[in-house]
């Protein structure tokens, strides 16, 4: 394994070294000392060199600086000392701190503080003298000071690196809800784009199809009038779509979302199509009002087995059923199955999953498949129900 490189010294750390060194070695030239011992004064150059080159190992190598600066600032009181090598030691325990591990900057301060009280007290039972005190003082500010500063700083930076990555995240989960909500918008499009045209389409696919096919001017005639109805229909529904998703204003109100109180407009738009349509609605007047989304769901649901049963349903009839509970709306819808002659347009399974995609966005539930005939042994229909529930507080229902 190759042996790493230690880490070049940061630009400002170079030039705190060389200021520091350069102010020292200044005060050396001019005599200034802060104190008198037996060592010449040419010794105190010797923690002074020492300490200007662990500057260089604040941010690479903080404790080890820190543990030599210390044995280098004990050498400096048997000297006439430096005041820089003084100021170096101090910025050495404010770097250890700021960029040293987590548990050194916990453990530095208090082992400061101890070390101050303990010079203090020290020093006070050795002179038996108030002025003890300033020795203390000096101690709290060449250790406990830059200690108790690095820990506000490195707080400091801390809490902006939090706040700077909750930023982030919060960034994130916008960005994600945002890509959710496209996404919810796109397919609640494609289900009302689904929903609004696709009867009309249909019902132009077959009755264009029996026109071609068909050698008889009266068939004709009424199968290009149902194919004009429903490609104007079809047409002004399209139109409104595309009207309200290029308006960027916001101006242009989209039309009123429909109810079943329609659905008897939208039977008898089935059976112009050629579709036998019964409509049984078991609800009554006295029933409390349906939420807005309940009834656009159950419509769209209606709308498309009406769809679906023109493209697909054997001869026979078609029954649309509605019945109230008490906790919500159930609606069903049987279509003959079995084999189908003549035209047929093609469908592409969207439906199905739309009709389900809207009852589960209620909370509700949706089945659909073949089952026996009720009335006619042997027979199958094809049957499509969804429940949709309602909650008690939207209806006005005490539970």
Request: charged share 20%; net charge neutral; aromatic share 4%.
């Amino acid at each position: 394994m190759p042996l790493s490189l230690p880490r070049r010294p940061d630009v400002v750390d170079v030039r705190i070294c060389v200021v520091s060194l350069v102010s020292g070695l200044g005060l050396y030239a001019l005599g200034i000392t802060m104190q008198s011992r037996a060592l010449g004064p040419n010794w105190s150059l010797l923690p002074l060199f020492v300490m200007s080159g662990l500057v260089l190992m604040r941010r690479t190598a903080p404790q080890f600086a820190l543990v030599v600066g210390t044995l280098a600032l004990i050498a400096d009181q048997f000297t006439t000392g430096n005041l820089a090598t003084v100021v170096m030691f101090t910025d050495l325990v404010y770097a250890a701190v700021v960029y040293g591990t987590p548990a050194q900057a916990r453990r530095i301060p208090v082992t400061t503080g101890l070390i101050t009280v303990a010079v203090t007290v020290g020093f006070l039972a050795w002179f038996r003298q108030a002025d003890a005190i300033l020795v203390g003082a000096v101690t709290a500010l060449v250790s406990f000071a830059p200690a108790t500063t690095g820990v506000l700083v490195r707080n400091h930076r801390e809490a902006a690196d939090l706040a700077r990555l909750r930023a982030e995240q919060t960034a994130l989960l916008a960005e994600k809800d945002r890509a959710q909500a496209v996404t919810a918008e796109r397919a609640r499009m494609a289900r009302e784009l689904h929903d609004m045209v696709a009867n009309h389409l249909s019902a132009i696919a077959i009755h264009s199809t029996a026109a071609l096919s068909l050698d008889d001017p009266r068939t004709t005639k009424d199968a290009l009038t149902v194919i004009r109805e429903n490609s104007v229909e079809g047409l002004a529904e399209m139109r409104r779509l595309i009207g309200i998703l290029r308006d960027s204003s916001g101006d242009l109100e989209p039309a009123a979302a429909p109810t079943l109180d329609g659905l008897g407009a939208l039977a008898g738009n089935a059976r112009t199509n050629g579709l036998d349509v019964r409509l049984d609605d078991a609800r009554t007047p006295d029933d409390a009002p349906l939420p807005a989304p309940v009834e656009l769901a159950a419509y769209r649901i209606v709308q498309e087995s009406l769809t679906n049963a023109l493209k697909h349903a054997a001869p026979g009839q078609v029954t649309v059923a509605l019945v109230r509970e008490r906790d919500g709306l159930r609606v069903r819808v049987t279509s003959p199955f079995g084999e189908v002659k003549g035209p047929r347009a093609p469908g592409s399974g969207a439906g199905l999953v739309g009709m389900e995609e809207r009852a589960a966005l209620l909370g509700g539930t949706f089945e659909s498949g073949p089952e026996a005939h009720p009335d006619v042994p042997g027979a199958k229909v094809w049957r499509v129900e969804a429940r949709l529930p309602i909650d008690p507080k939207d209806q006005g229902v005490p539970e």
